[in-house]
């Protein structure tokens, strides 16, 4: 009797396989214009003007401001070329997933998608690996190969079972020190971290484009009665018995869920940083788009 054996997937038959089910369509649905997801990315200074009611307040610069008494904002010309980084968070609650994809899965997919977005337009694209610290780094550089690069190291990082408690601090500020001109950053996390992330996180905003990719499965939201099961965290390994027939028991994982996202919204409000929500369910090519659109209809106000 013969047995089919699962062939493993490889960089190029991921590659080819997001290619034509999601890259393709993505581009088609942006008609080209892929810079319509990010705006103020891969820029360098050129002038300084009186602020007008209409300018985006993140550019006021304070120093000159203070000098004059009036406010003043930094204009910049745009570079053809875009360097956009993805620091990636592969500590292990990114190894959950209750519907059909893990969450790492969903970060692979995605930093495929975009990658290969990128570069398709000449664009240049690294990445920062991080699980407890920055494991490993891929310099930024354009092309096909470089994508079929990032997605081979992202396959062939280790998980990690036994890791410390993941501290998104560290990883942030490591970004901020090696990452020098102003890029566009992309930071896939399901943000399940030790706090003090927020400030690290503003101080990236300031001096590149950053958006966050929070990366979470619909069982960390709402549990299903089943009955009795064990709970594992993820990071830290330890279980717990409980029934899920417990309506109150329910209830209140489900109200400290929606607290949990309610902080994170604060914390992502107060850094000006935009969200694109990517749940384990979510197809990539909408969840791209809708954002892409919410983007824009911000930008018009």
Do not use: C
């Not at 047995?3 to 089910?21: F, G, K, N």
Request: aromatic share 10%; hydrophobic share 40%; charged share 30%.
């Amino acid at each position: 009797m013969l047995t089919s054996v699962a062939t493993p997937d490889t960089p190029e038959r991921i590659l080819l396989r997001l290619d034509w089910s999601v890259i393709r369509r993505l581009d088609g649905l942006l008609q080209g214009d892929y810079r319509s997801l990010f705006y103020g990315f891969g820029v360098d200074f050129a002038d300084l003007r009186e602020y007008q009611p209409e300018d985006d307040i993140r550019y006021i610069d304070w120093n000159v401001t203070a000098r004059m008494d009036t406010p003043y904002v930094r204009q910049y010309h745009e570079d053809r070329e875009i360097t956009a980084w993805f620091l990636l968070d592969l500590s292990p609650s990114v190894d959950f997933g209750t519907v059909q994809n893990q969450k790492r899965t969903m970060l692979v997919n995605f930093v495929t998608v975009l990658a290969r977005l990128l570069t398709r337009h000449g664009n240049r694209v690294g990445a920062m690996m991080f699980g407890g610290r920055i494991q490993h780094t891929v310099p930024a550089r354009s092309g096909k190969v470089q994508v079929l690069r990032l997605i081979n190291d992202m396959l062939r990082q280790p998980r990690l079972p036994n890791a410390p408690f993941t501290n998104l601090k560290t990883f942030f500020d490591g970004a901020l020190k090696s990452i020098k001109r102003r890029s566009l950053i992309f930071i896939l996390s399901d943000f399940i971290s030790e706090p003090g992330w927020e400030k690290p996180l503003n101080l990236l905003n300031q001096h590149h484009e950053v958006l966050a990719v929070r990366l979470w499965d619909p069982r960390e939201m709402e549990l299903p009665d089943v009955g009795m099961v064990v709970m594992e965290d993820a990071e830290t390994g330890e279980q717990l018995y409980v029934d899920t027939h417990d309506k109150k028991f329910r209830q209140r994982f489900f109200d400290a869920a929606k607290k949990r996202e309610a902080k994170l919204d604060d914390a992502f409000k107060r850094a000006g940083v935009d969200v694109l929500s990517l749940s384990t369910e979510d197809d990539i090519v909408r969840s791209i788009t809708r954002f892409a659109k919410q983007r824009q209809q911000r930008r018009k106000k």
